[in-house]
């Protein structure tokens, strides 16, 4: 983990930046990065944070005289958001000026080939010689130009005193982080990597069971009153620029903004409930009243939404995460999806934690109620009525959606063979009796200090409850909690429970449920827990922290030992596995099992014969290795556009962490008839066989056609 300090004196706004070219002083010759005599000159570099409202053909650094004799561009963006470098006045021939006719964008100049991206920090290095232009973008050269120099070697000296460097103050809205003017013999590349600034961001796999995410993008959240609203947890991180936690504590405050224009929501009454509220010591408070701190870099927010901002004109909210310092910073506030905030009726509760049902009986005639007439059940597409159907003879089948889920809509279900293939829409899809609805791309993160009182509560009634560890009481609760409930539940019971007993009980959570996927994840759980035990005390030899670096040995001996494979892990997907983490070089307990709770499930699935045979297939390569969701969706757009249709890549989700049901499960993401990407989970039946390879199952699906090939690098994909 970095241990980068916070210093807001390192941070400015661009309207306030000011520099003074001559700090080079005398010792200004030098070489660049490149080869060749450079001669005189200097490098300027800078963090660069643009905000959303950035405008092509917009200056960024102005070039000013002391006599003020007017201005003209150093640092700018073209028509296309492209990064421009302009030559100096007074050292190069080619400069531009100021009672020019010719536009600045007309005019030579050094450029990037890509847009520069925006709300993010993005390193920027100019490189100013008498004979070259060179602009540097993240460590990387993107763009030079050859320049006429003017003066000879005493007027360089005085004419850089008259120039300074002036951040705009007119349509960009950005920050600065720690601009300096370097000699050339200074490497731009060594400025890159050093004291990197900060962003404070939503982390992905901490959206809890409580956020169902609809096919739009937008969250569905249920608020209202105190007896009807539900809990759902979100994981704020604060990393560098490289994506790396830094280590400080610093104070995060929660709020509900709306999502058009941002602005709070505010009660309406003084003796109402705050919109936002936050669960701390089992009792609730208005968000704004309860900062949560960062922890190794991490803070989760078990929150919800009170019923006044339930019913503020059916609008769309955010959650609002910022820092408590007076000066607000962009780069230090994070924001959820927009959220759509529903109410539901006391008659609609589901029952409560606790209370055991009357029978089970009555929770098996509302399953059975669910199925078709011919027994077999059907589940929706995310985006409508229709239901995506797919061979009935590939060893793939799916989860029944939730009972919740079909209650909200008609009871006309579509038939499926028992022995079929449907996959499921992530956006939508839910799996069954689950209170906290599981968005495809979401589970529970870790708990904040402030939430850990609650847990260990929750954990202690358990154990309270627990006399027979599989009561039918724990059964239930099992069916109706989140994900990291569950979790706690089945860390409890393996200490007691025979493996007889976990097995009745991963049939009766089966059952009851109606999603198998359960079975599988509670067989599991013994080998897990024990592996992943055996894992940390090789790791540490009794050591609270151990180096990441010096961790990723016995992480890939132990993957490829579980998923019988001579193929390890590669960098990139060591990388994916520290950001499932959440740690930067150290690693500790919390992390380690974080990232192991969702390591191990892949790796079991892994060695499954079906799926080990496209793991150690290299020519073509199906499964790349660990892959983010972003990155497959880059890669199926490619740089000339989206791929053609039946283009498809396969992926692991990184946001589904044991005991998930879905943990472990492949994904498919790929470009559908319109262009469109789409992402379905792939779900195997390992007690149906099918001596066909996997992939030549998946080829006759008729959305798939083409493997696409992930660049780690560039992110493209290509077809075969």
């Known amino acids: 983990m970095a241990d980068e300090q916070w210093r807001e004196e390192d941070y400015s706004k661009l309207r306030d930046l000011r520099v003074s070219l001559d700090q080079v002083g005398e010792d200004g010759e030098g070489r660049g990065d490149g080869d060749g005599d450079g001669g005189s000159g200097f490098s300027l570099c800078l963090w660069l944070y643009l905000s959303s409202s950035a405008r092509p053909s917009s200056v960024i650094l102005r070039q000013m005289t002391s006599e003020n004799e007017g201005e003209v561009p150093f640092l700018a963006l073209s028509e296309q958001n492209k990064l421009m470098l302009f ?19 007309d005019m030579p100049h050094a450029s990037s080939k890509i847009e520069f991206p925006l709300e993010k920090w993005v390193h920027v290095g100019c490189e100013v010689a008498t004979n070259h232009m060179r602009l540097h973008v993240d460590g990387k050269l993107v763009g030079q130009e050859p320049v006429t120099f003017l ?15 002036f951040g705009s103050d007119r349509k960009l809205d950005g920050y600065v982080y720690r601009a300096q003017v370097l000699p050339l013999s200074a490497l731009i590349t060594d400025q890159f990597v050093k004291n990197p600034p900060v962003k404070l961001s939503l982390h992905s796999s ?22 009807c609203r539900r809990n759902f947890s979100l994981d704020v991180v604060l990393l560098n620029a490289f994506g790396r936690s830094v280590n400080k504590e610093m104070e995060i405050v929660a709020s509900l903004v709306y999502a058009d224009d941002g602005t709070p929501v505010e009660k309406n009454r003084d003796d109402a409930e705050a919109p936002l509220l936050i669960s701390y010591d089992g009792l609730e408070h208005p968000s704004t009243d309860r900062p949560v701190t960062l922890l190794r870099g991490r803070a989760t927010f078990k929150l919800k939404i009170s019923q006044l901002s339930s019913k503020s004109d059916n609008r769309l909210f955010r959650v609002c995460f910022h820092t408590m310092h007076a000066q607000r910073y962009p780069f230090l506030e994070a924001y959820s999806h927009p959220i759509h905030c529903i109410s539901r009726n006391r008659g609609n509760r589901p029952l409560a934690l606790g209370k055991r049902l009357a029978s089970t009986r009555v929770l098996l005639d509302e399953i059975h109620s669910l199925e078709g007439n011919d027994g077999s059940r059907g589940i929706r597409d995310a985006h409508g009525d229709d239901c995506f159907y797919i061979s009935n003879q590939s060893v793939l089948r799916c989860n029944t959606p939730s009972k919740h889920s079909k209650l909200e ?12 293939i449907l996959e499921k829409d992530e956006m939508s899809l839910k799996t069954s009796l689950e209170v906290r609805s599981n968005n495809f791309e979401g589970t529970d993160g870790a708990l904040s200090d402030s939430e850990s009182t609650d847990a260990r509560d929750y954990e202690s009634r358990w154990t309270k409850e627990a006399v027979n560890p599989i009561s039918d009481a724990i059964m239930f609760k099992y069916c109706l909690e989140g994900t990291h409930e569950r979790l706690m539940l089945l860390k409890e019971m393996i200490t007691s429970a025979n493996d007889e007993d976990i097995t009745n009980f991963a049939e009766q959570v089966s059952l009851y449920a109606g999603c198998s996927h359960h079975r599988y994840q509670i067989l599991i759980s013994r080998r897990l827990l024990q592996e992943g035990a055996d894992t940390w005390n090789s790791i540490t030899q009794n050591n609270c922290h151990v180096l990441w670096k010096d961790a990723v040995p016995e992480i890939d001996k132990r993957f490829r030992n579980i998923a019988h494979s001579s193929r390890g892990l590669s960098d990139e997907d060591l990388e994916v596995l520290r950001g499932i983490a959440g740690c930067g070089d150290q690693l500790g307990q919390e992390e380690f099992d974080r990232m192991w709770y969702w390591l191990y499930p892949v790796a079991f699935a892994l060695s499954k014969e079906q799926i080990n045979t496209m793991w150690a297939c290299m020519s073509p390569k199906w499964i790349e290795g660990f892959i983010t969701r972003e990155e497959a969706e880059n890669a199926l757009k490619g740089p000339r556009g989206v791929q053609r249709p039946g283009t498809f890549v396969l992926r692991f989700p990184t946001s589904r962490i044991w005991p998930h049901p879905d943990a472990g499960s492949l994904v498919v993401t790929y470009v559908s008839a319109d262009s469109t990407l789409h992402h379905k989970l792939l779900s195997l039946d390992y007690r149906k066989k099918d001596t066909r390879p996997l992939q030549e199952l998946l080829l006759e699906e008729r959305e798939l056609s083409h493997l696409g090939r992930v660049s780690r690098h560039g992110n493209a994909a290509s077809q075969s």
């Open 87 to 105: 030559p100096l006045m007074f050292l190069h021939k080619e400069a531009p000026s100021t009672d020019s006719s010719f536009t600045w964008t």
């Open 151 to 165: 003066s000879n070697e005493h007027q360089y000296q005085d004419n850089l005193k008259r120039i300074k460097l």
């Open 206 to 227: 901490g959206i809890s069971d409580g956020v169902e995410e609809c096919g739009d993008g937008v969250w569905s959240i249920v608020g209202g009153k105190a007896s």
């Open 409 to 420: 809509h008609d009871r006309s279900p579509s038939a499926i063979d028992a022995n079929g």
